[in-house]
């Protein structure tokens, strides 16, 4: 069994910062990329960063320069650093792993069940 769970969400003003973990547990070989991605209310789940194991990191554009995504393969943790917030940041966000539980098993894609950013003033 793999769990993600995440931290760190919650209520934060406009131009604010919040940073969120997800840490990975269970029985765990090896993991892969790591990533966040949002939900807003009525639209689809969309990506928000990710980063390699090796460090490499991609950003969706609207975050770029405000975000940033980093990792502790230590501690099987994924964090985002957000700042400069804006209303439009307001979502669930979900982190996601790609998981290999045994040496030379297939790799799967986990999620985290979500933590809430609210920016508002």
């Known amino acids: 069994q793999v769990q993600l769970v995440e931290s760190g969400g919650g209520l934060v003003q406009p131009g604010g910062s919040l940073r969120l973990s997800c840490a990975a547990s269970g029985r765990i070989f090896s993991i892969g990329d790591m990533g966040w991605y949002r939900q807003a209310p009525e639209n689809e789940r969309e990506l928000v960063a990710t980063i390699t194991n090796g460090g490499g990191t991609n950003y969706e554009g609207s975050v770029k320069g405000r975000f940033t995504i980093s990792r502790d393969n230590t501690k099987n943790t994924v964090f985002l650093q957000m700042d400069s917030l804006k209303p439009e940041d307001t979502a669930v966000y979900y982190c996601?792993?790609?998981?290999?539980?045994?040496?030379?098993?297939?790799?799967?894609?986990?999620w985290g069940q979500g933590t809430q950013v609210t920016v508002s003033s």
């Open positions: 996601n792993a790609r998981i290999w539980r045994f040496y030379l098993s297939a790799g799967d894609d986990y």
